[in-house]
Each structure stands twice: as structure tokens, then as C-alpha cells.
């Protein structure tokens, strides 16, 4: 079974520059879900996915972070103006609709704002 | 709220010593999960273990065991006989039953087994 797919592994911009990260899911998983890890700390949600629709984005930066998941498979997140605080490798993980609970992370993109 | 406390930030042990990573965690719901996920150098997070609120069983899978205690809220991990593979950073996260299965994440440990 193949994993959660991530694209692009690293990627350097400037400040206020933008930026799109891919993610394609494990084939039939309906929840999906981007993290943000800043170096040193933890994963951080900024959005989940049920099939296309919005389950939480109260995390996201709205204001410059925006994603979507047309036909409820593959995704993209993007971040439009970029700030240096948005150096981080930005997650994608996916779940089925069981209640195992169990998300099946990418390897991510390391994104370095300079 | 819910959070979770990986008071140890970083943990260094010789090969074949036993080390444990605590994990505590604070929720106002009664149903809840627990898990511990695997980061190694290249990145990607690796499932170990789901707990849920009602099962206080501990658990062995190998050199892995773990210990929940709810009268502590504490989700403790042991590695026994560490060896270098185990050098990862070490993640303990919570869900609600009623999250959507998001998992809120604790900082990480960072454990290092040297030769």
C-alpha cells in the first residue's frame, strides 16, 4: 500500500513570496489533514479535511494560508505572502473513516523563508 | 483545553540502558485517546501506539512498553535495552473523542542512543 505522497520536499523562498505544497493521500482515507512543526517543537493542525469539506481551520492563517481539497483526494496548501515565521515543515497525514484514530504521516516539506 | 507535557526535552543513554519518556496530558473529556509517534531523522512520523481513556491496560510490544495511568494523567514510554535505531524524536499526542481524530501534539523528546 503506498503512503501519504508529499511534494515538494524542500523549497527556499523569499519573504512575501508564495508557495504550494501537495499532498496525495492513501487511497480511500476521506480525512485529511495539514500540521505545521517548527523546529524543535511539536506538529500543530492547521486544517482537516472530511472528503472535500472543511472539518477545523480555526488554526490556519487565514490571511495568507489558504487550502483546499477539490474531489476530496489530493491537496494543496498554500501560503501567500510568505513571512520568515513560516519556516517549518509543513505535515500531511491522512486517516479512513474508522475510529482507530491512527494518521499516516508524510515525510513533509521543509519550507526555509529567507 | 486539552494539552499534552513532554517535560523532557532532550534524553541521552548509552546503548542497551532502559529509558523512559513521560508524557502528561490534561483534557475535560471522559472519552479520550492517547498515542506515541516515532519521528526519525528523515521526517516522517511513525505510528507506536493508540490508548483509549477506558483501557488502562499497560501494553509490551517488544522493547516497548507503556504505562497509562489516569489518577496521574500520565501516558509513560519505555525502551528497554536501547539501542542506536531508537534515536528519534518521540511524540505523545491526544484526541477527543469528539476532534475529528486530530491529534494535539506534545513538544517531543529527542532521545539519542550512542554505541
Known amino acids: 500500500e503506498a503512503g501519504v505522497a508529499q511534494s515538494p520536499r524542500y523549497k527556499i523562498i523569499e519573504k512575501r513570496q508564495s508557495v504550494a505544497f501537495w499532498c496525495n493521500p492513501i487511497s480511500g482515507h476521506a480525512t485529511l489533514y495539514w500540521y505545521q512543526q517548527i523546529l524543535g517543537q511539536g506538529p500543530k493542525l492547521l486544517i482537516q479535511?472530511?472528503?472535500?469539506?472543511?472539518?477545523?481551520d480555526s488554526q490556519l492563517p487565514k490571511d495568507r494560508f489558504s487550502a483546499e481539497r477539490l474531489k476530496g483526494v489530493d491537496s494543496t496548501l498554500k501560503i501567500q505572502p510568505a513571512k520568515l515565521e513560516d519556516s517549518a515543515v509543513y505535515l500531511c497525514?491522512?486517516?479512513?473513516?474508522?475510529?482507530?484514530?491512527?494518521?499516516?504521516f508524510g515525510e513533509g516539506s521543509r519550507l526555509t523563508v529567507l | 483545553a486539552q494539552k499534552v507535557t513532554q517535560a523532557q526535552t532532550e534524553i541521552s543513554v548509552v546503548e542497551k540502558e532502559d529509558v523512559t519518556l513521560d508524557c502528561v496530558y490534561e483534557?475535560?473529556?471522559?472519552?479520550?485517546?492517547l498515542f506515541w509517534y516515532k519521528q526519525p531523522p528523515s521526517g516522517e512520523l511513525v505510528f507506536l501506539i493508540r490508548?483509549?481513556?477506558?483501557?488502562?491496560q499497560n501494553e509490551i510490544s517488544g522493547r516497548y512498553s507503556w504505562n497509562f495511568q489516569k489518577s496521574t494523567s500520565s501516558f509513560n514510554f519505555t525502551i528497554t535495552a536501547s539501542q542506536v535505531v531508537d534515536s528519534a524524536v518521540y511524540f505523545c499526542?491526544?484526541?477527543?473523542?469528539?476532534?475529528?481524530?486530530?491529534?494535539?501534539f506534545g513538544k517531543g523528546t529527542s532521545l539519542l542512543v550512542t554505541p
Open positions: 490508548r483509549n481513556s477506558f483501557d488502562e
Open positions: 483534557t475535560r473529556h471522559t472519552t479520550y485517546y
Open positions: 479535511f472530511q472528503n472535500n469539506g472543511v472539518v477545523d
Open positions: 499526542a491526544l484526541r477527543n473523542s469528539n476532534s475529528g481524530y486530530a491529534l494535539n
Open positions: 497525514a491522512t486517516s479512513s473513516q474508522t475510529n482507530t484514530g491512527e494518521l499516516f
